[in-house]
Each structure stands twice: as structure tokens, then as C-alpha cells.
Nanobody, 124 residues
Framework: QVQLVESGGGSVQAGGSLRLSCVVS??????MGWFRQAPGKEREGVAG???????RFADSVKGRFTISKDNAKNTLYLDMNSLKPEDTATYYC????????????????????WGKGTSVTVSS
């Protein structure tokens, strides 16, 4: 059974930074993604890491967010810099049952396991 637990959310001013963490257990396929959902909006893929290690990012966060994984700690990170008010949302990490490649880590419908989320608020 795959379990995902996010942490690191909080409130920051625009231009600030946050690091989100997702502790993972039971995910041998190595494919994971970060998603976010703002009130009244659909859940969207933000950053993903495919089974071959390739990283993908939504256009809205390219150049500002990075994704990394510490295998020794079984933890996936999302480093968010130059935060904007429109980044305000609940952030989730997720994983599929099978290996994934390309843009798949950014597709919510392809994910089978989800964490409970961590809230990020960016004030102007």
C-alpha cells in the first residue's frame, strides 16, 4: 500500500519561498507528481518526476519551482521560489500504480494514490 504524507505548507508574502515535502512509502515505480487545487478550481499538475527521473513542470511555475527526491529519506520535495498570490492552493503529492513517463506525472487522472495535502497561502 502506497502512503503519501505532505508537509511544509504555510503563509508567505509574494516573492517568498517554501519547500514542500512528501514522505513516501511503498512506491517502487518511482513516478510521482505535485498537484494543487485552489478554491473553485480544478486540480492541476504542477511538477512531476517520471520513472526515468525526468522532471516536468506546468508552464505557470517553470523557472520558479523545482522538484527533487531524496531516496535515502523516501522524500519528494517541491521547492517553490518567487511565489505569487496565484500560487495559493492546497498542494498534494500523488503517485500511480504503474511506471510513467513524459507528461504523465502531471495528469491527475493517472494518479492512484494521494496525500491529504498541505495548504499554501501567498499574500500580496
Amino acid at each position: 500500500q502506497v502512503q503519501l504524507v505532505e508537509s511544509g505548507g504555510g503563509s508567505v508574502q509574494a516573492g517568498g519561498s517554501l519547500r514542500l515535502s512528501c514522505v513516501v512509502s511503498g512506491n517502487p515505480v518511482g513516478c510521482m507528481g505535485w498537484f494543487r487545487q485552489a478554491p473553485g478550481k480544478e486540480r492541476e499538475g504542477v511538477a512531476g518526476r517520471a520513472s526515468d527521473g525526468e522532471a516536468r513542470f506546468a508552464d505557470s511555475v517553470k523557472g520558479r519551482f523545482t522538484i527533487s527526491k531524496d531516496n535515502a529519506k523516501n522524500t519528494l520535495y517541491l521547492d517553490m521560489n518567487s511565489l505569487k498570490p496565484e500560487d495559493t492552493a492546497t498542494y498534494y503529492c500523488a503517485a500511480p500504480r504503474t511506471s510513467c513517463y513524459g507528461i504523465v506525472p502531471l495528469i491527475a487522472a493517472r494518479m492512484n494514490y494521494w496525500g491529504k495535502g498541505t495548504s499554501v497561502t501567498v499574500s500580496s
